[in-house]
C-alpha cells in the first residue's frame, strides 16, 4: 500500500528495536513466507504483521479472515489492521506472553506467520515466543520465520532445548534489504517398538540375570542349553608342569 512505507518508518522511528525494519516486506518475501500455507492449512497464527504484507498474501491463498489471529504489540499497527482485516482476531499483546492467554481451545494452528525481528531480542525471549507458538501447533504444523541474517534467527540451543529442526524453505533476493525464510516443525518422537527381539532372546528368563534393558530377571533358557553345550564340548585346560 502508498501509505506503508511512512507508517512502517514512524513507527521505526519510535522504537526500532521492536519494528526491526524500516519498510514493510515486499511481496517478493510474501510470497515465500506463505508458500507452503492454502485454506487447508486451517487456523493461522501471525506474529508481527505490522502493516499486513503477509496478511494479505494468506487471504489471496484462500485462508479465510475467520481462520486468521493477528497478534502485534505495536499500537502504531493496530488501527490499520482493524480496518483491512475486520474479520480477523487482532489482539493487541506481547509474543512472548502467548501462554498466559488462552488464545485457543487445544493445539489446532496448522500454522505460525512470523514477522518478529528475532535477532533483536534476547535469548530468553525468543525462547518464550517459540514455545508459546507451538503449545498452539498441532502435529504436523510449521513455524515459519523470515531474517535478514546469514543463518537461522533461532540459536541451535534453542532448537535443541524445544525439541525442534529448523530447515531454509528459500531466499527473497528481491527483498531489500535480502531476506531468507526458515520452517520450523518438532523433530520425530523415538518410539521403542516391543515384539523384535529374536525368539531366543524372548524365552523365559532364568533367574538372578540382568537383561538387554538393564532389568534384573534371567537368562533365556535357549542361551543358557547352548552355553552348557559349549562347555560341555570345550577341552579342558591343561595345567603347566611344574618345573623340574
Known amino acids: ?13 519510535s522504537a526500532p528495536r521492536q519494528v526491526g525494519a524500516i519498510a514493510p516486506s515486499s511481496a517478493a518475501l510474501a510470497d515465500l513466507i506463505t508458500r507452503e500455507i492454502d485454506a487447508s492449512t486451517g487456523p493461522i497464527l501471525e506474529l508481527g504483521p505490522g502493516t499486513g504484507a503477509f496478511t494479505y498474501k494468506l487471504l489471496k491463498r484462500g485462508v479465510r479472515q475467520e481462520d486468521l489471529t493477528l497478534v502485534e504489540y ?52 525468543v525462547v518464550s515466543i ?33 525439541g525442534l529442526r529448523a530447515k531454509l524453505v528459500d531466499r527473497a533476493m528481491l527483498n531489500v534489504p535480502p531476506a531468507a525464510v526458515y520452517r520450523l516443525t518438532r523433530r520425530p518422537q523415538m518410539k ?32 543358557r542349553s547352548s552355553r552348557k553345550r559349549a562347555e560341555v564340548s570345550r577341552p579342558a585346560a591343561i595345567a603347566p608342569s611344574p618345573p623340574e
Open 130 to 162: 517459540v514455545s508459546g507458538a507451538f503449545s498452539y501447533i498441532r502435529p504436523g504444523g510449521a513455524f515459519y520465520q523470515f531474517t535478514y541474517g546469514m543463518s537461522c534467527p533461532v540459536p541451535r540451543p534453542v532448537l535443541d532445548r524445544l
Open 192 to 223: 521403542i517398538v516391543t515384539g523384535l527381539l529374536s525368539p531366543e532372546l524372548a524365552a523365559p528368563m532364568l533367574p538372578g540375570r540382568i537383561d538387554l534393558a538393564g532389568n534384573r530377571g534371567s537368562m533365556p533358557l535357549s542361551v
Open 74 to 125: 505495536g499500537s502504531d499497527f493496530m488501527k490499520l489492521l482493524q480496518v483491512r482485516f475486520p474479520g480477523a482476531r487482532i489482539l493487541w499483546i506481547d509474543a512472548a506472553r502467548l501462554t498466559t492467554h488462552r488464545l485457543y481451545e487445544g493445539a489446532p494452528v496448522g500454522a505460525v506467520v512470523s514477522g518478529l525481528p528475532l535477532l533483536n531480542m534476547s535469548m530468553r525471549k
Open 1 to 13: 500500500m502508498p501509505n506503508d512505507f511512512l507508517s512502517f518508518f514512524l513507527a521505526w522511528m
